[in-house]
Nanobody, 116 residues
Framework: VQLQACGGGLVQPGDSPRLSCTASRSIVSINSMTWYRQAPGKQRELVASISSSGGSRYVDAVKGRFTISRDNAKNTVFLQMNSLKPEDTAVYYC???????????WGQGTEVTVSS
């Protein structure tokens, strides 16, 4: 399984880019898909996750600004990021676990740099 993440780049504070993570297999039967991020010198942290039922959760730092969603027809999970701040600068990774499998898959990461 391959997860292809894209949508990162250099953005300005306040911008609203959208990240995409497209899987090479159907995501209808996922257990969850999750966006993580790793800022320079910091540990990787969970940003947002969406479950098989469509429920979502977010790290406190992005609540109200980021929205995770999925498009089953496109095998894609999105992360809409609004009102970006410099502290959102990180490499963003997607991670997916399918139902009935005891392990997950990582995407390659897409870098987001928030700077004026």
């Amino acid at each position: 399984v391959q997860l292809q993440a894209c949508g990162g780049g250099l953005v300005q504070p306040g911008d609203s880019p959208r990240l995409s993570c497209t899987a090479s297999r159907s995501i209808v039967s996922i257990n969850s898909m999750t966006w993580y991020r790793q800022a320079p010198g910091k540990q990787r942290e969970l940003v947002a996750s969406i479950s098989s039922s469509g429920g979502s959760r977010y790290v406190d730092a992005v609540k109200g600004r980021f929205t995770i969603s999925r498009d089953n027809a496109k095998n894609t999970v999105f992360l809409q990021m609004n009102s970006l701040k410099p502290e959102d600068t990180a490499v963003y990774y997607c991670y997916a676990i399918w139902q009935g499998e005891g392990y997950g898959y990582w995407g390659q990461g897409t870098e987001v740099t928030v700077s004026s």
